[in-house]
């Protein structure tokens, strides 16, 4: 981390404003728009988007919507990470913000998405403590199958009640949920993240240690030698996908590239 700039992948997570859906009151004048609303997601992982479940954000975090795409779209992201993307192309006007309201994370919990290339039909945002405000979009899209920081935070939620009680989060956005075997990966199957968080016993959101060994085995193991076991790349090595997803991503309009 910190050496040179990081390339991420902007996921276009739709807000679903049908009728009836959760939305805060300052994002009411989009419900009945043609204008697309999104949690702009940033991974470093883009090939791995079929395994999503849930989406993250900081629940203290500061948010905002912005007008930030070129075609009308609405991010909901970091004012630190729109200002970024608006001298990255992504603005109507070369470094211009337009930003519609503040937000904070506390509005977002339980917003209902509709995730790119996931299997599961609507996921739904969740609050984890360890997202940072300071990196990306502050918005983090979660495959806890792949991913030890995603699989402990969705544990947390469904070990404990007090938890979902505190951050208002109500059982059908986190019991449901399971995590969706996507990528084979050397030594630890099909379920990476899962099993190197038994192996590691990490015990919460907050071990940090024992995530920090976790994460370091998986991303290495998986990326450099997983094999994708979903998707019209099933049968690809991770490493060899990885790009071609992201481009196919990129020209469907589903992700925007994002670099800091
Ligand atoms: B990755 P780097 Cl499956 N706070 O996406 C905390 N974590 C953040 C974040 C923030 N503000 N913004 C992005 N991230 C996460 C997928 C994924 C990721 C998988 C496996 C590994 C992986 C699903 N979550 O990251 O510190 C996002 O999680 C491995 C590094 O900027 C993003 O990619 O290097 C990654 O951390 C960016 O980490």
Same mark, same amino acid.
């Given at each position: 981390e910190?050496?040179?700039?990081q390339?991420?992948?902007? %996921?276009?997570?739709?807000?679903?404003?049908?009728p009836?859906?959760?939305?805060?009151?300052?994002? !009411?004048?989009?419900?009945?728009?043609?204008k697309?609303?999104?949690l702009?997601?940033?991974?470093?992982?883009? !090939?791995t988007m079929?395994?999503?479940?849930?989406?993250w954000v900081?629940?203290?975090g500061?948010?905002?919507?912005?007008?930030?795409?070129t075609?009308?779209?609405v991010?909901?992201?970091? !004012?630190r990470s729109a200002?970024n +993307?608006?001298?990255?192309?992504?603005?109507?006007?070369?470094g211009?913000?337009?930003?519609?309201?503040?937000?904070?994370?506390?509005?977002?919990?339980?917003?209902?998405?509709?995730?790119?290339n996931a +299997?599961?039909?609507?996921v739904?945002?969740?609050?984890?403590?360890?997202?940072?405000?300071?990196?990306?979009?502050?918005?983090?899209?979660?495959?806890?199958?792949?991913a030890?920081?995603?699989f402990?935070?969705?544990?947390?939620?469904?070990?404990?009640?007090?938890?979902r009680?505190?951050?208002?989060v109500?059982?059908?956005?986190?019991?449901?949920?399971?995590?969706v075997?996507?990528?084979?990966?050397?030594?630890?199957?099909?379920?990476?993240?899962?099993?190197a968080?038994?192996?590691?016993k990490?015990?919460?959101?907050?071990?940090?240690?024992?995530?920090?060994?976790a994460?370091?085995?998986?991303?290495?193991?998986?990326?450099?030698?997983?094999?994708?076991?979903?998707?019209?790349h099933?049968?690809e090595?991770?490493?060899?996908?990885?790009?071609? %997803?992201?481009? !196919? +991503?990129?020209a469907a309009?589903?992700?925007?590239?994002?670099a800091?």
């Amino acid at each position: 981390e910190g050496v040179g700039p990081q390339d991420y992948t902007i %996921i276009k997570l739709e807000v679903i404003t049908a009728p009836g859906t959760q939305l805060p009151a300052a994002l !009411e004048q989009y419900r009945d728009q043609k204008k697309g609303l999104y949690l702009a997601a940033a991974t470093l992982r883009p !090939e791995t988007m079929y395994g999503q479940t849930n989406c993250w954000v900081q629940p203290d975090g500061e948010y905002g919507a912005f007008e930030v795409s070129t075609n009308g779209d609405v991010f909901i992201c970091t !004012e630190r990470s729109a200002r970024n +993307m608006c001298y990255q192309g992504l603005s109507p006007e070369h470094g211009k913000v337009s930003k519609v309201c503040d937000l904070r994370g506390w509005d977002l919990i339980g917003l209902a998405l509709r995730a790119p290339n996931a +299997m599961i039909e609507t996921v739904y945002v969740l609050p984890l403590l360890t997202v940072s405000a300071a990196k990306g979009t502050g918005v983090v899209t979660s495959v806890p199958s792949d991913a030890p920081d995603d699989f402990r935070g969705l544990q947390d939620l469904k070990e404990k009640p007090a938890l979902r009680q505190k951050f208002g989060v109500k059982d059908e956005w986190v019991l449901p949920f399971e995590p969706v075997p996507i990528i084979d990966t050397p030594d630890f199957g099909p379920l990476a993240a899962v099993t190197a968080c038994e192996q590691y016993k990490v015990q919460s959101q907050n071990d940090r240690d024992a995530l920090a060994k976790a994460k370091e085995e998986v991303y290495k193991k998986g990326f450099y030698g997983g094999v994708l076991t979903v998707g019209p790349h099933k049968g690809e090595s991770v490493e060899k996908a990885k790009p071609i %997803i992201r481009d !196919e +991503m990129l020209a469907a309009g589903q992700a925007v590239a994002y670099a800091e």
